[in-house]
């Protein structure tokens, strides 16, 4: 048990490099194995590691600021002004205030764009905090979690079961009066049924896409009873499975012997599913021969924006998945889709007409050249030619 204590203390400390080991020395370092850990294991390694969460970190915004001038570039631009006062003009001539001016004015601009570039990811990180289930930050600050988490889920899933997210809420006394001093424990207080409904075209371009003969999976971080009923609003088969089903190694009965690749394409869609699952789920579509489409606007969308064959940004998505996919929309909403596939498909339909005719004109060129050259013994004159190019250009309205 010291050993094992030991080891998990050098993976505390960074100690170990885990990256670039082989996977069998990573998983005798962290003491476990593939098929994860028991009730035991989890808890002392609650207690070694802490809980797993994003630590919010306080900073003074006017030094944040100053230290974008302390950097090679800013150290140029800094010698630079000095110079301008002191070496610049000499003979007792005055400094040169104008080069001054402008070296530090463009010192605190560049410093300015980054520090903004800067804060802009730090609340992108604010906002990804902002935005964890209630299960994994409310419930597991409050106090009296064991008593009250049965119920809780209980209602969570009801929620679900209406296609209604839920929202926790607690408070914590904190008698000093101060953000930063110690509280007393977390007290739940309850939960907030919050309800995003599809936009109001989403139903329609569904409706439009099935009819097209394009299938139509929902791949959503969210739970299952959430998809199912969001899919049932949108006129979407309900047919749908947790991410388990995928990478997991528990999985229902009714599922456990079915293949996962065939799983993948029987399945109307997956939910609770992570960026690893959205990557599998389109790999295995295209290992199938099948030409896959993925949607998405987050950094978690962005590797399977990338493996698809054609990667769709929606509108205000983030630069990640912009750069990964292979169309941008710059509207709100899905229905340009169905009018790319419509053009793409008439493109597709006038270069296979195109196809068409250009080889049945050659063939129709090769069989009256050689007919001509034997009629004529291979004594072609230029009249014959010419009746080639009428061949060729064959009657109004044909070609």
Not at 11 to 16: D, R
Not at 39 to 60: D, H, M, V, W, Y
Not at 106 to 112: A, H, P, Q, V
Not at 135 to 144: F, G, Q, V, W
Request: one cysteine or more; hydrophobic letters at 45%.
């Amino acid at each position: 048990m010291d050993d094992k204590a030991a080891n998990l203390d050098a993976v505390l400390k960074e100690a170990v490099d885990l990256e670039n080991i082989p996977i069998e020395e990573v998983f005798e370092n962290l003491r476990c194995n593939p098929q994860g850990l028991s009730t035991e294991q989890a808890e002392q390694r609650l207690t070694i590691f802490g809980p797993n969460k994003l630590e919010e970190k306080q900073e003074s915004k006017l030094l944040k600021f100053l230290g974008f001038m302390w950097n090679p570039l800013s150290w140029v631009m800094e010698a630079a002004a000095i110079m301008a006062i002191a070496l610049a003009n000499g003979g007792g001539k005055p400094p040169d205030w104008q080069d001054f001016v402008g070296i530090i004015t463009l010192l605190i601009i560049n410093s300015t764009i980054s520090f903004i570039e800067e804060n802009n990811a730090g609340n992108a990180a604010a906002a990804l905090m902002a935005r964890l289930a209630p299960k994994a930050k409310i419930l597991h600050l409050a106090h009296n979690k064991s008593d009250i988490e049965r119920r809780v889920r209980a209602v969570i899933d009801k929620f679900a079961e209406r296609g209604l997210r839920a929202l926790g809420v607690a408070y914590q006394e904190v008698p000093d009066g101060r953000k930063e001093s110690p509280g007393g424990p977390w007290q739940f207080i309850g939960l907030l049924p919050l309800f995003d409904p599809p936009r109001h075209d989403s139903a329609e371009t569904i409706r439009r896409a099935l009819d097209l003969g394009v299938n139509v999976k929902m791949i959503t971080g969210d739970q299952l009873a959430i998809g199912k009923e969001t899919a049932r609003r949108l006129g979407m088969g309900t047919n749908m499975y947790p991410s388990s089903a995928l990478l997991g190694q528990n999985k229902d009965e009714s599922i456990a012997s079915l293949p996962v690749d065939e799983l993948i394409e029987k399945a109307d869609g997956f939910a609770g599913v992570f960026p690893e699952h959205k990557y599998e789920i389109v790999k295995r579509l295209q290992a199938r021969k099948h030409i896959c489409g993925m949607t998405g606007d987050g950094v978690n969308d962005a590797p399977a924006l990338k493996k698809a064959d054609i990667g769709i940004a929606v509108a205000d998505s983030t630069d990640a998945a912009r750069s990964a996919s292979d169309i941008v929309l710059t509207e709100p909403g899905l229905s340009v889709i169905i009018s790319a596939v419509l053009t793409s498909r008439a493109i597709f339909q006038r270069m296979k007409n195109y196809t068409i005719y250009a080889v049945s004109i050659t063939i129709r060129i090769v069989l009256g050249f050689m007919l001509l050259a034997l009629i004529w013994k291979f004594d072609f004159p230029p009249f014959m030619v010419l009746i080639i190019a009428i061949l060729n250009d064959g009657k109004p309205g044909f070609s």
